[in-house]
């Protein structure tokens, strides 16, 4: 990774930013590649956990900057899953008004997802990436190595993003997965970098087309699954349920209205379901009231009935956006299915972590 | 400025930024002006001075957003000089990875060119701008009429980045300052609304062609002054010396150097001085002890002889950018000529503050 990293920035000098376990298994080989490619390289270790996504942190970033007498020649390699890519890319995007930045991410879900786009930022004691910025990475280093140490139930919560980017974007993928999603899962090298490197040439695509998520842009479709997602971790307190989990119940739900609403095909939803439990995800909403969930879709809370751009699939492969009210999103009867595999009829600590 | 602001932002909530003086002068104006043209409008106020550009303002700028339900259909209103300016638009550029802002700039010196240029930012303890981002305004709004009530030192202050864009870039632009500064100076609507109009294009052609600032780019130019300029605000420690006078002393240094490199003709010095001193400017640097101006020099601590891009005129209307060591800028002999009007032989406070 030394020698790609001199080459794309021109950097003298590189600060890896990490986490403990990761500073004890990956960042020596890091260090020590940069060194080799003669950078001078430091490691900078933040605490694990969202709490570490935050401005105060940030501060503590810049300081250690000023410390090692980084400037515009220096460069930021974040190491680690989303939470260091977010941190180290808002560092990278203010520090000076910017300097480059790398992401080795070491989760599935950020190989797929959050280390292409250059959505970087932290959150404010009121909201999740409340502050942010826009700064694309200069390297994406992927080594596939690093997911051996994950947890099944990580990798799973990573693969409901390249579901996602699937139903979104590429039936062909989707269908690759229906075939493949147990090898990729386990490891096995040649369906797992092909669904990391597809997934990744999707966001990248849509990326292009549209960074800064236009009003009418094609970005916004990767909200597939967020809207109902963001609403299960706010109501469980970004506890219980991983991302990835919430994004597979929320794509669920979305593709069963779709199909109330006659946008998608009869039996789109069930498709994607069945794909989505096979990986061993969630797709029953957790039982909250529905109030509860009215509440937490209300983002604009002065306009209750404010629409949603809701992004719904058309049909495997292809996704659209619909204006909903948080009502038309969660009708009255919305919970008609049998909850099998929902957080109130399973709960999710049963399932073994 | 509402009508405007609504054409050009679509925005339906606008939050005026401002410090005190200007919340009772001019907010009520701007708010009646934003209200008329539909938008909700309201008012922050932020302490004058320069510790105001700081992370813990901008967090308390983010916390008032939320209070005030800003989200993306929001516009952040920047009324006042280049503080109120870099705060608020760094807020602008990270609130949600970023919402709307526009300038209002109501000193010579934001008018004419901190507010054009999208360069935003605060302070940390260690340093100036270190943090920031470049987020361009959507909106310039310049009234000429708030300069009424500016003190005749910060109109000069100001004029003297008129003049940097002129002996950089604009050779008729000298000329027509050497003729009507005094008029611009006394406010005069013609000689005054010709000198902003052309420095702010100059300004705007040249972010237009450079906005990042790049290395072999036309922007770093603006830097023109600006070397010793840093060092005589750090010497000072930001006060006794406005930014203003600080580049008039550094154009002069530059220019005289630049004679002595051979890279402009004699004369040029001598007749950018006249013009400076004209408008009673400062043009020799206070008495520091040259290793003191040394030290300022050196960013890089750990390479003392690093060299810096140097900017200096090939004449008026025209410069270039000369590497050279901080002994290079400021060799032995620098301090040869007699030193009127500067801050060692006439104490600045002598000049009626």
Redesign the interface.
């Known amino acids: 990774v030394g020698e790609e990293v001199a080459r794309r920035t021109g950097a003298r000098v590189a600060v890896v930013v990490t986490v403990p376990v990761l500073a004890r298994r990956y960042a020596p080989v890091a260090l020590r590649s940069l060194r080799a490619a003669g950078l001078r390289a430091h490691r900078v270790v933040v605490p694990d956990g969202d709490a570490s996504k935050s401005?105060a942190r940030v501060?503590q970033l810049?300081?250690v900057l000023?410390d090692l007498?980084v400037?515009r020649s220096g460069v930021l390699v974040a190491l680690g899953g989303g939470m260091v890519g977010d941190l180290t890319g808002f560092a990278a995007?203010?520090?000076?008004?910017?300097i480059p930045f790398v992401q080795i991410p070491t989760t599935l879900l950020a190989m797929v997802d959050a280390s292409v786009g250059g959505?970087v930022?932290v959150n404010?004691p009121?909201?999740k990436?409340?502050?942010?910025?826009?700064h694309q990475p200069r390297l994406v280093w992927i080594d596939l190595a690093t997911l051996g140490t994950l947890p099944l139930r990580q990798r799973a919560a990573g693969l409901a993003e390249v579901v996602k980017k699937a139903a979104a974007f590429d039936a062909r993928l989707f269908e690759r997965l229906e075939a493949e999603a147990g090898d990729v899962l386990a490891l096995a090298q040649g369906p797992l970098l092909a669904a990391v490197e597809r997934a990744c040439a999707i966001k990248a695509e849509v990326v292009r087309r549209d960074e800064?998520e236009g009003e009418a842009g094609v970005r916004r479709l990767l909200n597939f699954g967020h809207t109902l997602a963001h609403a299960v971790e706010t109501l469980t307190g970004y506890r219980r349920v991983l991302h990835g989990e919430a994004v597979a119940m929320g794509m669920v739900h979305a593709a069963r209205r779709s199909e109330d609403l006659a946008v998608a095909p009869a039996g789109t939803a069930a498709r994607l379901e069945a794909l989505l439990r096979r990986i061993g995800l969630p797709t029953e909403l957790p039982r909250f009231p529905r109030r509860a969930y009215l509440a937490a879709l209300r983002?604009?809370?002065?306009r209750r009935d404010a629409r949603i751009d809701y992004i719904v699939p058309r049909g495997i492969g292809s996704a659209t956006s619909v204006p909903l009210t948080p009502a038309e999103i969660l009708p009255a009867r919305w919970r008609r299915r049998p909850a099998e595999g929902c957080l109130g009829s399973e709960p999710m600590g049963a399932r073994g972590r």
């Open positions: 401005l501060r810049y300081e000023l007498g400037d995007a203010t520090f000076l008004r910017g959505k930022g404010l009121r909201g990436n409340l502050v942010g910025a826009f800064r983002v604009d809370k002065k």
